[in-house]
């Protein structure tokens, strides 16, 4: 039996509620002072402060935290992390004053994306998402969700789920999957967007029998799918025993947050554009509003109405989007702090939206996403004089160490290379 003990933690910081934890409920952080955490074989046996006496043996692992804080690893529960290329030829146009549509039309936006990913050899998708994983990991995070959606097309979408399910196998990060097929219309299918959302159906077929995803998700958007094409795919994908996510709400309130949450949706997420209707109607439910602040920040666009939704008392997770034309950025502490200033959300709020709410998201909120007795030891050391400070102290990388399933695989903000 591997025993570990981490001590001299100056402040522990969890949100140890029943999942999900929605409004008030958010801000109920315990702070333990001068904290210990006892591990068993990556299992948590005990969280406490002060003596620890009673656990010392020849095979007891010592780790000195020298007074940094600890919170649960962070979870970033919406990434596109398996992609071709970058974009960052499209920048200057972007800022520039060029909007999406024109950059679409000239072959940029993600169809620049789809060619490079279904260009790229498997390898290739391979390394640069583990580069990107590597950055993540440093960063505190210890669980991620990650999207396919840059093929288009059933070979590609495939040939990213593989590299999902490899480096799952590889990485001390856990990765839990989503189809995303309906991402984007393929320009083939302009002129016959049934019959593509038709191949989408059968796809996910294919996808199950392969096991290759738990997720599916589906952009409901103006320019991008209805709500009665959202329904009609959502439906057959919880047919076969997938579990539903959607994005909605990003630039305009079309249905799609009504129809994910009579499906059951874990999570529905963007949001930007949610009405008051809608906010209500999420409280209502254990569904998770995931809000993704990177991308309003990158895009110079409209926050999510975080306040709205936490005062209504829903549910609500913080995730960074990473992907090449909105997020290109693996900083989730960045993200979180963006939350903190432009969402208006509070410190605590934040460590819940990052840990306990978007692990109730993934399904795993029983295993991870709190630091309490036979969880598993997901825990990331913060080189910070208290939470408040994580956030205040922005744009900064403030990971000293983190510990996946009670080992050490960050140390002093490097990758312990044994791994």
Request: proline share 2%; charged share 25%.
């Amino acid at each position: 039996m591997e025993k570990v003990l981490i001590y001299d933690i100056k402040y522990l910081y969890t949100n140890n509620n029943t999942a999900p934890v929605k409004g008030d409920k958010m801000r109920s952080v315990s702070c333990l002072e001068d904290a210990y955490i006892y591990i068993e074989d990556g299992i948590i046996k005990d969280v406490g402060t002060k003596d620890w006496d009673k656990y010392k043996c020849n095979d007891l692992s010592l780790y000195n935290a020298e007074g940094t804080i600890a919170i649960p690893g962070l979870i970033d529960s919406h990434t596109h992390l398996v992609f071709g290329g970058s974009r960052e030829h499209e920048f200057s146009r972007k800022i520039g004053g060029e909007d999406y549509l024109e950059i679409l039309k000239s072959g940029g936006g993600i169809l620049s994306t789809v060619r490079e990913t279904k260009n790229a050899s498997f390898e290739e998708l391979y390394n640069q998402a583990k580069r990107s994983l590597d950055e993540m990991l440093l960063f505190g995070v210890t669980t991620i969700e990650a999207k396919s959606g840059y093929g288009l097309d059933l070979e590609t979408e495939v040939k990213c789920l593989e590299v999902l399910k490899k480096l799952n196998m590889n990485h001390p990060i856990d990765i839990h999957v989503t189809y995303l097929g309906a991402h984007a219309l393929p320009k083939e299918y302009s002129n016959n967007r049934q019959e593509f959302i038709t191949q989408i159906k059968k796809d996910l077929l294919v996808i199950k029998e392969k096991n290759l995803a738990d997720f599916v998700d589906v952009f409901c958007e103006v320019g991008v799918f209805t709500a009665e094409e959202t329904k009609e795919i959502l439906e057959e994908a919880k047919e076969l025993g997938f579990r539903l996510r959607v994005h909605t709400d990003e630039i305009k309130s079309i249905g799609g947050t009504e129809v994910a949450l009579k499906n059951n949706a874990k999570t529905i997420d963007h949001l930007m554009a949610i009405t008051d209707e809608d906010i209500l109607r999420v409280a209502k439910t254990d569904t998770i509003a995931n809000l993704l602040p990177s991308t309003s920040f990158f895009l110079n666009k409209e926050y999510a109405p975080a306040r709205k939704l936490i005062d209504a008392g829903a549910a609500v997770s913080v995730s960074s989007d990473y992907n090449p034309g909105s997020t290109p950025s693996e900083n989730f502490q960045l993200t979180l702090q963006i939350a903190a200033n432009k969402l208006r959300m509070l410190p605590n709020e934040i460590l819940t939206a990052a840990t306990i709410n978007p692990a109730f998201g993934l399904d795993i909120h029983t295993k991870v996403g709190s630091l309490e007795k036979e969880k598993i030891a997901d825990i990331t050391l913060l080189n910070c004089k208290n939470l408040d400070y994580f956030f205040y102290h922005y744009g900064i990388n403030h990971t000293r160490s983190v510990f996946k399933k009670g080992k050490l695989v960050v140390e002093n903000r490097n990758i312990v290379k044994e791994l």
